[in-house]
T-cell receptor
């Protein structure tokens, strides 16, 4: 159980275009979904937290207009990288948390974004 | 959330137990200890979590000291596929966010 599906796994786009990444919880309803970013050989950095039907909460230093998050349902969240630039190239990972105060996060397999 | 301290890397021989330590000396009473691992270029995988009692599942055992200031993740019979970065995270009950530290790179050697 507790499977999180993330698509696409890899995407290459040109500077100035936008890219959408989908995150779905397949076998549980996620009260909250999270988006992380990871640079090579570094740890995961929390970007934002989203709850179904409400606006995402962004961590300090993360541009909300650059990284648009939509949490349409209890099983789907999307991250759109708008007007992508080469410095946005990174590994983006979504995660979801089920019900229960101590419930763990479950992670998707990540999306490798390369902006050329 | 309490900060955690982990050694940057450890080696373990295949077939032997891997004992990964985590220090969380400022942990509060309602904070749980979670362990994840990340194999290269994949999303983190949940392993186990606990509050104060020792926990065991099919993947690992979690030993939390009585004062809760440190814990150890035990992989009883490490295999080459257990080579990964292991993260120890402390998070309060009902608090949403998980912040990752730098973790321990476990190298399992034949």
């Amino acid at each position: 159980g507790a499977v999180v599906s993330q698509h696409p796994s890899r995407v290459i786009c040109k500077s100035g275009t936008s890219v959408k990444i989908e995150c779905r919880s397949l076998d549980f309803q996620a009260t909250t979904m999270f988006w992380y970013r990871q640079f090579p050989k570094k740890s995961l950095m929390l970007m934002a937290t989203s709850n179904e039907g409400s606006k995402a909460t962004y961590e300090q230093g993360v541009e909300k207009d650059k990284f648009l998050i939509n949490h349409a349902s209890l099983t789907l969240s999307t991250l759109t990288v708008t007007s992508a630039h080469p410095e946005d190239s990174s590994f983006y990972i979504c995660s979801a948390r089920g019900w229960g105060g101590d419930s763990p996060l479950h992670f998707g397999n990540g999306t490798r974004l390369t902006v050329t | 959330d309490a900060k955690t301290t982990q050694p940057p890397s450890m080696d373990c021989a295949e077939g032997r137990a891997a004992n990964l330590p985590c220090n969380h000396s400022t942990i509060s009473g309602n904070e749980y200890v979670y362990w994840y691992r990340q194999i290269h270029s994949q999303g983190p995988q949940y392993i186990i979590h606990g509050l104060k009692n020792n926990e065991t599942n099919e993947m690992a055992s979690l030993i939390i000291t009585e004062d809760r200031k440190s814990s150890t993740l035990i992989l009883p019979h490490a295999t080459l596929r257990d080579t990964a970065v292991y993260y120890c995270i402390v998070r309060a009950y009902n608090f949403n966010k998980f912040y990752f530290g730098s973790g321990t790179k476990l190298n399992v050697k034949p």
